[in-house]
Antibody
Framework: QLQLQESGPGLVKPSETLSLTCTVS??????????WGWIRQPPGKGLEWIASFCYGANSYYNSSLKSRITISVDTSKNQFSLRLSSVTATDTAVYYC????????????????WGRGTLVTVSS | QSVLTQPPSASGTPGQRVTISCSGSTSNIGDNIVNWYQQLPGTAPKLLIYSDNQRPSGVPDRFSGSKSGTSASLAISGLQSEDEADYYC???????????FGGGTKLTVL
C-alpha cells in the first residue's frame, strides 16, 4: 500500500526558502506511475495545487508560484522535495504531497493517496 | 476566486440525502473527469469519488457522483454524523493547463 509522508521545518523566516521532503513507502518513486505532486492549504482556507511532475519527464507548476519553485527527486531514498523561495506570510499553509494517479491533463486532478500534511508557518 | 464554484455550506439531518454542487466550464468539467475529496476535521483530504462517479475501495455506496455538462454533483444518502466534513471537487482545466479545486463545502449534520 503506497504511503506518503511529508517532513521539514515548521517555521521559516520571511524571504527565506521553504524546503520540504516527501518520503514514499510501499512503492518506487521511479516506477511507471511516475507522477507526484504537491498541494497546500492555508489555515481555514481551501486547497491550492502547487506542482505535478514526473521523474525524468514533464513537470507542471502553478503559474503564480512557478518562478519560486524547485522540485528534486532522490531515487536512492525514494523521496522527492519541494523548495519554495522568497516566502512571505501568504505561504503559511499545510503542505501535502500526493500522487496524481492518472498523471496529468484529463485525469490530473485525481490525487490518491495523500500524505498527512505538514504545517509551515512563515514568521520572523 | 475559484474556477469551480461550490456552495460554502450545506446541512442535513441524520438519514437525509444531501447534494453538493460544483459548477465549472467547458474547459474543465465539460471536458475532463471530476473528482471529489472529503476532508474530516484536522485530517488530510481523502479521495471520495474519481472519474465522475467511481468510488475507491472502502468508500460506502452512500456516496455517489454525477456530472452533466459543465456541472457536477456529490450526493450523500443516509447522512451520518461522521459525514460532517469539508468536501472539495477537483478537475483538470485545459485553459489553465493545471488541476483546479472548488472552494469547498462545509457539511454540517444537524
Amino acid at each position: 500500500q503506497l504511503q506518503l509522508q511529508e517532513s521539514g521545518p515548521g517555521l521559516v523566516k520571511p524571504s527565506e526558502t521553504l524546503s520540504l521532503t516527501c518520503t514514499v513507502s510501499g512503492g518506487s518513486i521511479s516506477s511507471n506511475s511516475c507522477y507526484w505532486g504537491w498541494i497546500r492549504q492555508p489555515p481555514g482556507k481551501g486547497l491550492e495545487w502547487i506542482a505535478s511532475f514526473c521523474y525524468g519527464a514533464n513537470s507542471y507548476y502553478n503559474s503564480s508560484l512557478k518562478s519560486r519553485i524547485t522540485i528534486s527527486v532522490d531515487t536512492s531514498k525514494n523521496q522527492f522535495s519541494l523548495r519554495l523561495s522568497s516566502v512571505t506570510a501568504t505561504d503559511t499553509a499545510v503542505y501535502y504531497c500526493a500522487r496524481p494517479t492518472a498523471g496529468v491533463r484529463g485525469g490530473g486532478a485525481w490525487f490518491d493517496p495523500w500524505g498527512r500534511g505538514t504545517l509551515v508557518t512563515v514568521s520572523s | 476566486q475559484s474556477v469551480l464554484t461550490q456552495p460554502p455550506s450545506a446541512s442535513g439531518t441524520p438519514g437525509q440525502r444531501v447534494t453538493i454542487s460544483c459548477s465549472g466550464s467547458t474547459s474543465n468539467i465539460g471536458d475532463n473527469i471530476v473528482n471529489w475529496y472529503q476532508q474530516l476535521p484536522g485530517t488530510a483530504p481523502k479521495l471520495l469519488i474519481y472519474s465522475d462517479n467511481q468510488r475507491p475501495s472502502g468508500v460506502p455506496d452512500r456516496f455517489s457522483g454525477s456530472k452533466s455538462g459543465t456541472s457536477a454533483s456529490l450526493a450523500i444518502s443516509g447522512l451520518q454524523s461522521e459525514d460532517e466534513a469539508d468536501y472539495y471537487c477537483a478537475v483538470w482545466d485545459d485553459s489553465l493547463d493545471c488541476p483546479v479545486f472548488g472552494g469547498g463545502t462545509k457539511l454540517t449534520v444537524l
